[in-house]
């Protein structure tokens, strides 16, 4: 199938392209963002790839219908950047990659962990410039501390397991009580509990209304002091102002994040060299107790390779008119909406 693919990198294109030898759809790269203005690069291509800051709205999908494209290819999870009731207007399939990279993005957020403990991040700078003073490294041993884990589906889960591997009592918290999470000594809690006990909270939920800005001022009064946060899963988990309160006050006692809610703005683009407009974002950067990564976690090899080669089955089955394991379907009275990717 012809295939026009925005948002293209690079590592994009190397793994698609690798994936696609034995396959041989007709992939053409385009580096731009698909949004209303760029969708008329794509007329005559029936099928249109996009990844997590593409903008398949409404608008956007009638261009593309009326040039005849009749397939949007997701190679991520999350479809909250796609109008499901105007593709299913449209007759437009929409296919995703469901799960690429859990063990990527769980062993990411025990990278922020580590990381901020020990402050290697800051260490990493000294012993390059020559200071080998101790003075600001200090650290505690993550043995014997009680990680709260909010949301312990695929990711939430495998973290659990390597937390408890350093010996660690695990709270959880979800709307449905993971019996692997239960196995591993896993204690269910309602959130109140989690926060006052947690020495590390690990956000693992998706972003849906209910998890808007989970971590707010109110949450914020309720952690026991110094706590360690982790967001490796969507930017608007965490209310960012009152965070940025928090850590001024040494309530929050650090945190690492590879999401930010406004992130559509900076991430994936190299941007050094730009006068960067956010201040909440450039304000987070100025604490030396902060950690972020610019949307990372699920960035490995084997999460490349998954990636690529589901979504050229993608591609195969609608193609092919077989039934699509990975289609999404417009749910009318699925009222809210989930906004995870
Ligand atoms: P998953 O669907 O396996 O697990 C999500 C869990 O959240 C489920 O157990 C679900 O019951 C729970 N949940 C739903 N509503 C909840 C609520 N209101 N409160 C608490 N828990 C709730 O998803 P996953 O594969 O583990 O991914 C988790 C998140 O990680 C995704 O939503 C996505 O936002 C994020 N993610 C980030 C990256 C990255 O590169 N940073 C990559 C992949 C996924």
């Known amino acids: 199938m012809k295939v026009a693919v925005f948002s ?3 590592y994009d294109r190397q ?11 007709d992939l053409v790269f385009f580096e731009p963002r698909l949004n209303q203005d760029t969708a008329i690069l794509a007329a005559g291509f029936p099928a249109v790839c996009v990844f997590v800051h593409d903008q398949v709205d409404a608008a956007t999908l009638e261009i593309l219908a009326s040039r005849g494209t009749r397939l949007i290819v997701l190679r991520c999870a999350g479809f909250n950047n796609v109008d499901l009731k105007a593709a299913n207007k449209l007759g437009v399939n929409v296919v995703r990659v469901p799960a690429y990279s859990p063990y990527g993005v769980a062993e990411h957020a025990v990278g922020l962990i580590l990381s901020l403990n ?3 991040h800051r260490a990493y700078n000294r012993v390059r410039e020559g200071n080998f003073a101790l003075d600001g490294l200090l650290g505690f041993n993550i043995n014997g501390r009680t990680v709260g884990i909010i949301g312990t589906g695929k990711i939430g889960l495998i973290l659990g397991q390597i937390m408890k591997g350093f010996g660690c009592r695990l709270l959880a918290y979800d709307v449905y009580h993971n019996p692997e999470m239960l196995a591993l000594g896993g204690e269910y809690v309602e959130l109140p509990e989690l926060f006052a006990n947690s020495d590390i909270i690990s956000l693992h939920c998706p972003l849906m209304p209910q998890t808007h800005h989970l971590i707010n001022a109110e949450a914020i009064e309720q952690v026991k002091p110094g706590v360690m946060l982790i967001n490796t899963s969507r930017g608007a988990l965490i209310h960012t102002q009152a965070v940025i309160e928090g850590l001024k ?5 650090s945190l690492g994040v590879d999401v930010y809610e406004q992130e559509s703005e900076l991430f994936f683009e190299d941007l050094s060299g730009e006068i960067i407009q956010d201040d909440i974002f450039q304000r987070l950067t100025t604490f030396p107790n902060v950690l972020i990564t610019g949307h990372q976690a699920f960035f490995t ?38 906004l995870v990717s």
Not at 315 to 320: L, P, R, V
């Open 8 to 10: 293209t990198k690079a």
């Open 15 to 25: 793994f698609l392209e690798a994936a696609n030898a034995p396959k041989q759809h």
């Open 118 to 120: 020990r402050k290697i």
């Open 249 to 253: 006050t040494g309530k929050i006692g």
């Open 301 to 338: 090899e084997d999460a490349l390779r998954n990636i690529a080669e589901t979504t050229l089955n993608n591609i195969a089955d609608i193609e092919q008119g077989r039934s699509c394991p990975n289609e999404i379907r417009y749910q009318p009275e699925v009222e809210a909406k989930v």
